[in-house]
């Protein structure tokens, strides 16, 4: 199965700073990755599709890129909502795989 | 509105068996490929299985093949996921959620966009 290694495993940032996650396939996955945040006792929300597709109604500070075996998260201006877990998730092939996440906390 | 709801979980002892439903509403089910994911307490994601809108194709975890598994009801507009012989690592909220599709240049892309509130499956003696 392909591995997805997510980086850093945690941040602590201010609102407003601007916040970027890594996430590194095993193998090329063409730009089949997905972005999904998780709050505490909610279910994950999608945020980015096909690598860079902002899924409608996620706001625009959210932007993702990358393409192959190495993929971005940027958060341009984090808000006080947007502290939260993001997970990563390889779409390419079965068994999908997601990262093991990146928790956002307040600093 | 869109809406998925999960049931079904609950405490097993090891070796035990489990059936858990998740009931689609507000879009054309069938249409629509469909996947469980857990979380152990306290851990990141875990993928484990998906199904195609028809059902005839199926996929699994590592971890659950030929133990789990996933099937649907589409006159029912229901997903199943059938757990035997559990373990304790198998302690997990499961979600399911609806893979959407969007077309790219040269092919499909594809993402969890719908997800239930879980259902909690215990594992232990």
């Known amino acids: 199965a392909i591995q997805m290694t997510q980086s850093p495993s945690s941040l602590s940032a201010s609102v407003g700073d601007r916040v970027t996650i890594t996430c590194r396939a095993s193998q090329g996955i063409r730009n089949d990755l997905g972005w999904y945040q998780q709050k505490p006792g909610k279910a994950p929300k999608l945020l980015i599709y096909g690598a860079s597709s902002l899924q409608s109604g996620v706001p625009s500070r959210f932007s993702g890129s990358g393409s192959g075996t190495d993929f971005t998260l940027t958060i341009s201006s984090l808000q006080p909502e947007d502290f939260a877990t993001y997970y990563c998730l390889q779409d390419y092939i079965y068994p999908r795989t997601f990262g093991q996440g990146t928790k956002v906390e307040i600093k | 509105e869109v809406q998925l709801l999960e049931s079904g979980g609950g405490l097993v002892q090891p070796g035990g068996s489990l059936r858990l439903s998740c009931a689609a509403s507000g879009f054309t089910f069938s249409s629509y490929a469909m996947s469980w994911v857990r979380q152990a307490p306290g851990k990141g994601l875990e993928w484990v299985s998906a199904i195609s809108g028809s059902g005839g194709s199926t996929y699994y975890a590592d971890s659950v093949k030929g133990r789990f598994t996933i099937s649907r009801d589409n006159s029912k507009n229901t997903l199943y996921l059938q757990m035997n012989r559990l373990r304790a690592e198998d302690t997990a909220v499961y979600y399911c959620?609806?893979?959407?599709?969007?077309?790219?240049?040269?092919?499909?892309?594809?993402?969890?966009?719908?997800w239930g509130q879980g259902t909690t499956v215990t594992v232990s003696s």
């Open positions: 959620a609806k893979i959407e599709q969007w077309r790219g240049t040269h092919y499909y892309y594809y993402g969890l966009d719908v």
